[in-house]
């Protein structure tokens, strides 16, 4: 069984880190683009961030371009989302997610065009 597992979310303060993970269990992610998307209460589902399989293309979201940097480690099986600067506004469930057809080449992805997703980690910048 495919699936995707985030981690690493919680609470921290305005102006605050933290890095999110997300990691492939049953399949390996390397031959997939992974795209990280948010949703927060009330709004729409936006894609954040996406790489591509080999890493080599990165692509963000206007609202997150320069501090937020996602990276990914195939032997590991895990991509990661690290976010520096975070503002309240950047409270969200975060999504991480696949799909064997989607290239991460032009930019992020629409959220209906991914296939696998995990069930989410939420992230709340508080203080």
């Known amino acids: 069984q495919l699936q995707l597992v985030e981690s690493g979310g919680g609470l921290v303060q305005p102006g605050g880190s933290l890095r999110i993970s997300c990691a492939g269990s049953?399949?390996?992610?390397?031959?997939?683009?992974i795209g990280w998307f948010r949703q927060a209460p009330g709004k729409e589902r936006e894609g954040v961030s996406c790489?591509?399989?080999?890493?080599?293309?990165?692509n963000y979201a206007d609202s997150v371009r320069g501090r937020f940097t996602i990276s990914r480690d195939n032997a590991k099986n895990t991509v990661y989302l690290q976010m520096n600067s975070l503002k309240p506004e950047d409270t969200a469930v975060y999504y991480c997610?696949?799909?064997?057809?989607?290239?991460?080449?032009?930019?992020?992805?629409?959220?209906?065009?991914?296939?696998?997703w995990g069930k989410g980690i939420l992230v709340t910048v508080s203080s």
């Open positions: 049953g399949f390996t992610l390397d031959s997939y683009a």
């Open positions: 790489i591509s399989s080999s890493g080599g293309i990165t």
């Open positions: 997610a696949a799909d064997p057809g989607v290239r991460c080449i032009t930019g992020i992805p629409p959220y209906y065009a991914m296939r696998y």
